[in-house]
């Protein structure tokens, strides 16, 4: 791998979209890699593309939703390999290295990053170990947890397909169909934000239930409905099903 693509989905991220494009910049210079970052605007009305512009590659704007930003992303890619950051998800400084020292071996088409959540309380601690967990068990990764690829497995796949919900975890499923994903055990950190608006308990039990729902077939429109109710979380259409 000689140049690894960034590509970073953001829908009026100005609280948080400069911290995340920063830590991915401190985190560049480690690696042997030559790291581009692009921003994939969805149709911001807050400062995030200002925030943005002085801080990647590119800023490109595509039709709002996340499968819809990233494959725009990729599609003015340059790098051998591909991964997806979400603009509210903290990379740890070894970020690059990590995933060129993954994609060395061949039989790796892709992987993910461990994860942790944003907040010390202990349950939600717990709760991003068990994340991490559930997904080294199942070698399938969440947006959340910054999934990689080589940009021809992406390619040969098709990209994302255009579903309101889990376009990351059909990603994922199709990705380990055809070779070794990799399980990385350094962490990215992500915001709580949804456990702490709408509860540990309630959160956690509706990301599950999508997440079999999704897997015996359940359409991903009835199912974001589901994930919508009690109310909107800030940015909302812009989040993955962790758990």
């Known amino acids: 791998m000689k140049t690894l693509s960034v590509i970073v989905p953001m829908l009026n991220e100005e609280r948080d979209i400069a911290r995340t494009l920063d830590a991915i910049a401190a985190a560049a210079p480690g690696a042997e890699v030559v790291v581009e970052v692009i921003v994939v605007d969805g149709g911001s009305s807050d400062r995030s593309r200002d925030e943005a512009r002085p801080r990647c590659a590119r800023l490109l704007v595509a039709p709002r939703g996340l499968a819809r930003q990233m494959n725009a992303g990729a599609t003015t890619a340059k790098g051998d390999a591909l991964v997806f950051v979400h603009a509210d998800t903290i990379v740890p400084p070894s970020f690059a290295g990590d995933i060129a020292a993954a994609l060395a071996d061949r039989g790796v088409v892709g992987g993910r990053f461990d994860l942790?959540?944003?907040?010390?309380?202990?349950?939600?601690?717990?709760?991003?170990?068990?994340?991490?967990?559930?997904?080294?068990?199942?070698?399938?990764?969440?947006?959340?947890?910054?999934?990689?690829v080589r940009r021809e497995v992406f390619e040969r796949l098709g990209g994302y397909r255009d579903l309101e919900l889990c376009e990351d975890l059909d990603l994922a499923r199709r990705l380990k169909r055809v070779g070794r994903v990799a399980c990385l055990r350094s962490r990215v950190t992500t915001s709580a934000r949804r456990w702490r608006e709408r509860g540990v308990l309630a959160t956690t039990m509706r990301m599950w239930f999508i997440r079999i729902a999704f897997l015996l077939g359940v359409p991903p429109a009835r199912l974001a409905h589901l994930y919508n109710r009690g109310g909107p979380v800030e940015n909302e259409g812009q989040r993955s099903v962790s758990g």
């Open 116 to 148: 942790r959540l944003d907040d010390d309380v202990p349950l939600l601690r717990l709760i991003g170990w068990l994340i991490s967990a559930r997904s080294r068990l199942s070698r399938t990764g969440t947006g959340d947890q910054a999934i990689f």
